[in-house]
């Protein structure tokens, strides 16, 4: 994880799920709302309790002090806008945070363009 390598000089997280809780409570796309229906809420309670240690909200934070670029789309089909501001929120400086009016592809070429300027710039090359 690059939360706890210490090599990883710096670091790129394309359209991020923060956790679980994204898709078994907040996500209001119809395959994954058809998905939960063959949940409990017993079983998803235990669910979210056990992945919350590798939830990816729980780790971005320790990136720090490495700097972070974070890139979503704007028209993400199954994670909520709300989820994926939350895992930004959850991010320490110093971090980037990128939008691109696309879905979780990222094809947007200007996303392309960013991420290869940041992390060229990060490593020195030219």
């Known amino acids: 994880m690059t939360a706890n390598e210490p090599r990883v000089r710096a670091a790129v997280l394309m359209a991020g799920i923060p ?12 395959g994954i709302i058809e998905y939960r229906k063959k949940w409990t809420p017993a079983q998803i309670d235990r669910y979210l309790e056990v ?35 939350r895992y930004a929120a959850a991010a320490k400086e110093p971090v980037t945070v990128l939008w ?8 947007d070429p200007k996303a392309w363009t960013d991420r290869t300027t940041w992390v060229s710039k990060q490593l020195g090359l030219r």
């Open 100 to 107: 691109y009016p696309t879905g979780h592809e990222l094809n």
């Open 51 to 85: 992945t919350t240690v590798t939830a990816a909200i729980t780790w971005v934070g320790r990136i720090s002090p490495r700097p972070l670029l974070m890139q979503f789309g704007e028209f993400e089909a199954s994670i909520p806008m709300a989820s994926m501001r």
């Open 19 to 30: 956790d679980s809780r994204t898709f078994m409570v907040e996500s209001d796309d119809p």
